[in-house]
């Protein structure tokens, strides 16, 4: 079964607004990894938190971590029609190979002009 | 650097034929995966190599899939025979290390067995 799992499955909005999506995910990690793949595209590395961090920022894009509660969020903030993809986050379980990333569903993600 | 390098990108086969998927990875990554990519599956890892070492292929679906990494700079899957279920997406990344655990993945290749 698959560690990561997204929520919401997608979401709609308008340039200029906030994007926020969920992951809950099963078992300890060692870091948590947050990919954007556009469509027909490979998938891109956008930002990595580690268990013992609570937040971190990159540009537009903001991860916070909870790992009482196993979950983490990803923030896009200001968003524009370039940030149409879907969006996926992957876990290095500390109780598996290292490497071994284990990726959720997806939180596909429209950004309308 | 040119990034993580797969070939074909496009492949359409019959049931029954032979087919291998290349990779190359970025020079100087340790780590190299392969994944498969499904609407129903989502992306699921099928194998990966740490310096060209075979370390976890549990995600591999049956015998008739197989990956070799004979140097540092290229991999292979092969899917031999192949089956109408075996189309999807394959992507092949590669990372740096256990200091640098992000991936870096390739553009895919579309697999469509008919």
């Known amino acids: 079964s698959q560690q990561g799992e997204e929520d919401p499955q997608a979401l709609s909005i308008q340039e200029g607004e906030n994007a926020t999506m969920n992951c809950s995910y099963k078992?300890?990690?060692?870091?948590l990894q947050w990919y954007r793949q556009n469509s027909g595209r490979g998938l891109v590395h956008l930002i990595l938190?580690?268990?013992?961090?609570r937040e971190k920022h990159s540009g537009r894009l903001r991860v916070t971590l909870d790992t009482s509660k196993k979950s983490s969020s990803l923030l896009i903030t200001a968003s524009r029609a370039a940030d149409t993809a879907s969006y996926f986050c992957?876990?290095?379980?500390?109780?598996?190979?290292?490497?071994?990333?284990?990726f959720g569903a997806g939180t596909q993600v429209v950004v309308t002009p | 650097d040119a990034g993580v390098i797969q070939s074909p990108r496009h492949e359409v086969t019959e049931m029954g034929q032979e087919v291998t998927l290349r990779c190359k990875p970025i020079?100087?990554?340790?780590?190299l995966f392969w994944y498969r990519q499904t609407m129903m599956r989502g992306l699921e890892l099928l194998i990966y190599?740490?310096?060209?070492?075979?370390?976890?292929d549990s995600g591999m679906p049956e015998d008739r899939f197989s990956a070799k990494m004979p140097n540092a700079s290229f991999s292979t899957l092969k899917i031999q025979p192949s089956e109408p279920r075996d189309s999807a997406v394959y992507f092949c990344?590669?990372?740096?290390?256990?200091?640098?655990?992000?991936?870096?993945f390739g553009p895919g290749t579309r697999l469509t067995v008919t």
């Open positions: 190599f740490n310096n060209n070492v075979p370390i976890d």
């Open positions: 990344a590669s990372s740096p290390g256990t200091g640098s655990p992000e991936q870096y």
């Open positions: 078992t300890s990690i060692n870091n």
């Open positions: 938190i580690r268990s013992n961090e």
């Open positions: 020079s100087g990554h340790d780590y």
């Open positions: 992957a876990t290095d379980s500390a109780t598996d190979s290292w490497g071994k990333l284990q």
